[in-house]
């Protein structure tokens, strides 16, 4: 399914959009940063809310995989750090 120009169809309408069609990729990249299905689940929450909230500042609409997988990957770093002491396992 193709979302076509999201401020065309409405800021929500795109997002719900974008949610249903790239949602089980999210989660699966979300389950290759976490190592497991809950944690993944969690990240991929995290991500769409901050997703959301900028969603009409992304000035480029073919750019919003790449924003927010962006999103998801500095967000995984931020909760990943405190577990490893600060550092992020490599």
């Not at 249903?20 to 389950?31: M, V």
């Not at 993944?40 to 900028?54: C, G, N, R, W």
């Not at 992304?58 to 995989?65: E, G, I, K, S, Y």
Request: aromatic content about 6%; hydrophobic content about 45%; charged content about 20%.
């Amino acid at each position: 399914m193709c979302i076509g120009d999201p401020w065309a169809l409405g800021e929500h309408v795109a997002f719900g959009d974008y949610v249903r069609s790239r949602g089980g990729a999210l989660l699966r990249a979300a389950h290759a940063l976490t190592g497991n299905r809950a944690d993944a689940e969690d990240l991929v929450q995290a991500t769409l809310v901050k997703a959301y909230l900028s969603w009409s500042n992304v000035a480029d609409p073919a750019a919003l995989d790449t924003y927010v997988r962006r999103v998801m990957v500095e967000h995984a770093h931020l909760r990943m750090a405190p577990a490893a002491g600060g550092r992020v396992p490599h």
